[in-house]
C-alpha cells in the first residue's frame, strides 16, 4: 500500500468464495488501502447438509463493516470516494421476495442442482449448450430455481427477483435491481449470442419474465448510494454506484488483458484459462465454457482447471499441523516456495495429480482422487528420496501442467496462437510458480504489480463509469501496469515436454483407480 493522502478514491468490493475484499484504489491505480474477511457458509435449512446456503444479512453487515474500516484507515472524507463497485465468484444466486427479503443466498459450491439437472437435460438437450454457451446445468440459477419449484413449492411462490451475487451487492447499495451480464453469463438464463433473457429457456420452463431485471454491462452507471445504505456504511448519500464483472472477468481485466486473441488464467482458488475472443463460440465438443466478456461485444472462451490455487492452500496447512517452524519474516508460503526452488525441474521424478484438471464439461462430475508419485525413498538407486521440496514442486508443476492443457484446449477451439500469458491470482504472487508456468507453456508469463485483480478490474469499471477516463479500454491502460514478465527458459521447456506428456498420462488414468 502506498502512502495515504486525500483522495479521490475508487471503491472495490470483492465477494469471492473464500473471503471478502474491500479495496481503495487511486486514480493511478494504487491500492491505498484494503481489508479482508473470511467468508463461511451453513448447511440449508431443509436439514440436508451437503446443501449449501450464505448468511445474506451477515455478508451485507461484513461489506459495511470494510467499507466503515476502509475510511478509518485512511482518515478519508465521504466525499474522496467517487464511485463504488462491486465484483462477485461466479454461479452466486439470490432469490428475494416482494419485498426484498432474501429467500435463498446460495454459493457456487452448493449442489442442489444436481437434482434437476436431468429434467434440463430432458427438455432441451445440447440447445441449452448452444444457447447459453454453459455446462453442466447443475450450476445454474435455473437448476436452483427449479429445485425450490419441486422441493420448496411455497417458498418459489414467493420468489419475485433473481439476483446474482454483485446485482445483490449493487442493489443493497443503490435500491435499483439490475442484472450485470457477465455474471449473468453463468445463470443459465442469458443468450451468448444476444445479451438477453432466454425466451426460449424461459418458456421452456413456463418462468416468469418479471423474475429477471434490467441486464447492464460492466462500467454502467446503475444508481447511487440510497440514504439507509449511506447511514450503514459511512458512504455519501448520491454516490455513483457502478456495474463490475464477475470475480474471473474482473480478475482478466486487472490482470491487462485485453483484445481478442490473448489469454489469461486468473490463478485463485480455481483456475479459469481464457481466451478472449470477438466473436461468440461454443466449443464443438462440448467440453469448454463461452461466456460475455467485460467489453462491448467481447466474449471468452474458458477452460477451468477448478482446484489450483487450494491445493497449494492445503500444503500449507498441512505443514503447518505437521509444526513446520517458520519466523516472523517467513511465512509458510514462502518457505515453500524456498523449498521447492532448490529442486530442477520434475522434482527428481516426482509427479503429482492433485486437483487440477483437464476441463471437459461433459465430465463435470467426475471426481479423479489425487496422488503422488516417486521413487522408492529406500531404494540404493533413487538419486533424491523425497521431502517437502519434492512433493511442494512437483504439485505446483502439476498446476502448470493443468493451465498448459486447458491453454491448448481454448487455442485449439478458439483457433488461437497467443505469445504470452497474463496471470493474475494468489498464484501469481509466486514467483517460482510464474518461472515454472512460464517454462511449460514456453510462453512469456505477464504478471501485474496489484495481484489482487478482481478488485482492481471493479475499480476499472468504476473509473470508466464515472467517466473519469473515456472508456474501459482506456481505465485500464491508465489503472493497470505490468510489474513482471517471466521468460521461458529453452532448456527447462524442453525438459518439461516429457513431464508434461507424462503427467497427461497418468492423469487420463486416474479415474479408472
Same mark, same amino acid.
Given at each position: 500500500?502506498?502512502?495515504?493522502?486525500?483522495?479521490?478514491?475508487?471503491?472495490?468490493?470483492?465477494?469471492?468464495?473464500?473471503?471478502?475484499?474491500?479495496?481503495?484504489?487511486?486514480?493511478? =491505480?494504487?491500492?491505498?488501502?484494503?481489508?479482508?474477511?473470511?467468508?463461511?457458509?451453513?448447511?440449508?435449512?431443509?436439514?440436508?447438509?451437503?446443501?449449501?446456503?450464505?448468511?445474506?444479512?451477515?455478508?451485507?453487515?461484513?461489506?459495511?463493516?470494510?467499507?466503515?474500516?476502509?475510511?478509518?484507515?485512511?482518515?478519508?472524507?465521504?466525499?474522496?470516494?467517487?464511485?463504488?463497485? #462491486?465484483?462477485?465468484?461466479?454461479?452466486?444466486?439470490?432469490?428475494?421476495?416482494?419485498?426484498?427479503?432474501?429467500?435463498?443466498?446460495? %454459493?457456487?459450491?452448493?449442489?442442489?442442482?444436481?437434482?434437476?439437472?436431468?429434467?434440463?437435460?430432458?427438455?432441451?438437450?445440447?440447445?441449452?449448450?448452444?444457447?447459453?454457451?454453459?455446462?453442466?446445468?447443475?450450476?445454474?440459477?435455473?437448476?436452483?430455481?427449479?429445485?425450490?419449484?419441486?422441493?420448496? %413449492?411455497?417458498?418459489?411462490a414467493r420468489i419475485r427477483t433473481v439476483f446474482m451475487l454483485d446485482d445483490w451487492m449493487s442493489y443493497q447499495l443503490s435500491g435499483e435491481r439490475t442484472a450485470e451480464i457477465t455474471a449473468a453469463s453463468g445463470s443459465g438464463f442469458?443468450?451468448?449470442?444476444?445479451?438477453?433473457?432466454?425466451?426460449?429457456?424461459? =418458456?421452456?420452463?413456463?418462468?416468469?419474465?418479471?423474475?429477471?431485471?434490467?441486464?447492464?454491462?460492466?462500467?454502467?452507471?446503475? =444508481?447511487?448510494?440510497?440514504?439507509?445504505?449511506?447511514?450503514?456504511?459511512?458512504?455519501?448519500?448520491?454516490?455513483?454506484?457502478v456495474a463490475g464483472a464477475a470475480d474471473t472477468q474482473c480478475a482478466l481485466l486487472g490482470a491487462g488483458l485485453w483484445g481478442p486473441g490473448r489469454v489469461g488464467i486468473a490463478a485463485g482458488t480455481t483456475a479459469p484459462v481464457c481466451?478472449?475472443?470477438?466473436?461468440?463460440?461454443?466449443? %464443438?465438443?462440448?467440453?469448454?465454457?463461452?461466456?460475455?466478456?467485460?467489453?462491448?461485444?467481447?466474449?471468452?472462451?474458458?477452460?477451468?482447471?477448478?482446484?489450483?490455487?487450494?491445493?497449494?492452500?492445503?500444503?500449507?496447512?498441512?505443514?503447518?499441523?505437521?509444526?513446520?517452524?517458520?519466523?516472523?519474516?517467513?511465512?509458510?508460503?514462502?518457505?515453500?516456495?524456498?523449498?521447492?526452488?532448490?529442486?530442477?525441474?520434475? #522434482?527428481?521424478?516426482?509427479?503429482?495429480?492433485?486437483?487440477?484438471?483437464?476441463?471437459?464439461?461433459?465430465?463435470?462430475?467426475?471426481?479423479?482422487?489425487?496422488?503422488?508419485?516417486?521413487?522408492?525413498?529406500?531404494?540404493?538407486?533413487?538419486?533424491?528420496?523425497?521431502?517437502?521440496?519434492?512433493?511442494?514442486?512437483? #504439485?505446483?508443476?502439476?498446476?502448470a501442467f493443468s493451465m498448459r492443457g486447458n491453454l491448448e484446449r481454448v487455442s485449439r477451439a478458439g483457433a488461437a496462437n497467443p505469445d504470452r500469458l497474463y496471470l493474475t491470482g494468489g498464484l501469481a504472487k509466486n514467483r517460482l510458480?510464474?518461472?515454472?508456468?512460464?517454462?511449460?507453456?514456453?510462453?512469456?508469463?505477464?504478471?501485474?504489480?496489484?495481484?489482487?485483480?478482481?478488485?482492481?478490474?471493479?475499480?476499472?469499471?468504476?473509473?470508466?463509469?464515472?467517466? #473519469?477516463?473515456?472508456?474501459?479500454?482506456?481505465?485500464?491502460?491508465?489503472?493497470?501496469?505490468?510489474?513482471?514478465?517471466?521468460?521461458?527458459?529453452?532448456?527447462?521447456?524442453?525438459?518439461?515436454?516429457?513431464?508434461?506428456?507424462?503427467?497427461?498420462?497418468?492423469?487420463?488414468?486416474?479415474?479408472?483407480?
Amino acid at each position: 500500500m502506498r502512502t495515504k493522502d486525500d483522495g479521490p478514491y475508487l471503491l472495490s468490493l470483492d465477494a469471492g468464495t473464500g473471503s471478502v475484499r474491500g479495496l481503495l484504489f487511486d486514480l493511478q =491505480g494504487n491500492p491505498v488501502s484494503s481489508e479482508i474477511r473470511g467468508r463461511s457458509y451453513q448447511p440449508d435449512p431443509s436439514g440436508e447438509a451437503f446443501l449449501h446456503v450464505f448468511d445474506a444479512p451477515g455478508l451485507w453487515r461484513t461489506l459495511c463493516e470494510l467499507i466503515g474500516c476502509l475510511l478509518r484507515n485512511t482518515g478519508a472524507d465521504p466525499e474522496s470516494i467517487l464511485v463504488v463497485s #462491486a465484483t462477485c465468484q461466479r454461479f452466486s444466486f439470490l432469490f428475494l421476495d416482494d419485498r426484498g427479503e432474501v429467500l435463498y443466498a446460495g %454459493p457456487n459450491m452448493d449442489p442442489r442442482g444436481i437434482f434437476t439437472q436431468a429434467d434440463i437435460e430432458a427438455r432441451m438437450g445440447v440447445e441449452y449448450y448452444r444457447l447459453t454457451g454453459q455446462w453442466p446445468p447443475l450450476l445454474s440459477g435455473l437448476s436452483k430455481l427449479l429445485w425450490f419449484r419441486q422441493e420448496a %413449492p411455497e417458498i418459489f411462490a414467493r420468489i419475485r427477483t433473481v439476483f446474482m451475487l454483485d446485482d445483490w451487492m449493487s442493489y443493497q447499495l443503490s435500491g435499483e435491481r439490475t442484472a450485470e451480464i457477465t455474471a449473468a453469463s453463468g445463470s443459465g438464463f442469458v443468450e451468448l449470442a444476444t445479451p438477453k433473457w432466454s425466451e426460449g429457456i424461459l =418458456g421452456a420452463f413456463d418462468l416468469d419474465r418479471d423474475l429477471f431485471p434490467p441486464i447492464v454491462f460492466p462500467g454502467q452507471v446503475i =444508481g447511487a448510494v440510497h440514504s439507509r445504505a449511506a447511514a450503514e456504511t459511512g458512504l455519501k448519500a448520491g454516490t455513483p454506484v457502478v456495474a463490475g464483472a464477475a470475480d474471473t472477468q474482473c480478475a482478466l481485466l486487472g490482470a491487462g488483458l485485453w483484445g481478442p486473441g490473448r489469454v489469461g488464467i486468473a490463478a485463485g482458488t480455481t483456475a479459469p484459462v481464457c481466451l478472449w475472443m470477438d466473436a461468440p463460440l461454443v466449443d %464443438p465438443e462440448e467440453r469448454l465454457w463461452s461466456s460475455w466478456h467485460v467489453a462491448p461485444r467481447s466474449w471468452l472462451l474458458e477452460a477451468n482447471g477448478q482446484w489450483s490455487g487450494s491445493v497449494v492452500q492445503w500444503l500449507r496447512d498441512f505443514f503447518s499441523k505437521a509444526g513446520v517452524p517458520t519466523g516472523p519474516d517467513l511465512d509458510l508460503y514462502r518457505w515453500m516456495e524456498q523449498q521447492a526452488g532448490r529442486l530442477p525441474p520434475g #522434482a527428481h521424478d516426482t509427479l503429482a495429480c492433485l486437483g487440477p484438471v483437464l476441463m471437459d464439461a461433459r465430465q463435470f462430475h467426475i471426481v479423479k482422487p489425487g496422488i503422488f508419485l516417486f521413487p522408492p525413498p529406500g531404494h540404493l538407486l533413487t538419486e533424491s528420496p523425497p521431502g517437502p521440496g519434492h512433493l511442494i514442486r512437483a #504439485a505446483l508443476e502439476n498446476i502448470a501442467f493443468s493451465m498448459r492443457g486447458n491453454l491448448e484446449r481454448v487455442s485449439r477451439a478458439g483457433a488461437a496462437n497467443p505469445d504470452r500469458l497474463y496471470l493474475t491470482g494468489g498464484l501469481a504472487k509466486n514467483r517460482l510458480f510464474c518461472q515454472i508456468l512460464s517454462d511449460c507453456a514456453g510462453l512469456p508469463v505477464l504478471v501485474c504489480s496489484e495481484t489482487e485483480g478482481s478488485a482492481l478490474g471493479a475499480a476499472v469499471c468504476a473509473a470508466a463509469g464515472i467517466r #473519469a477516463f473515456a472508456d474501459l479500454a482506456a481505465a485500464q491502460k491508465s489503472l493497470v501496469a505490468t510489474d513482471r514478465t517471466y521468460e521461458p527458459c529453452p532448456a527447462h521447456t524442453e525438459l518439461y515436454q516429457p513431464l508434461y506428456e507424462r503427467w497427461c498420462e497418468v492423469y487420463e488414468k486416474l479415474e479408472g483407480l
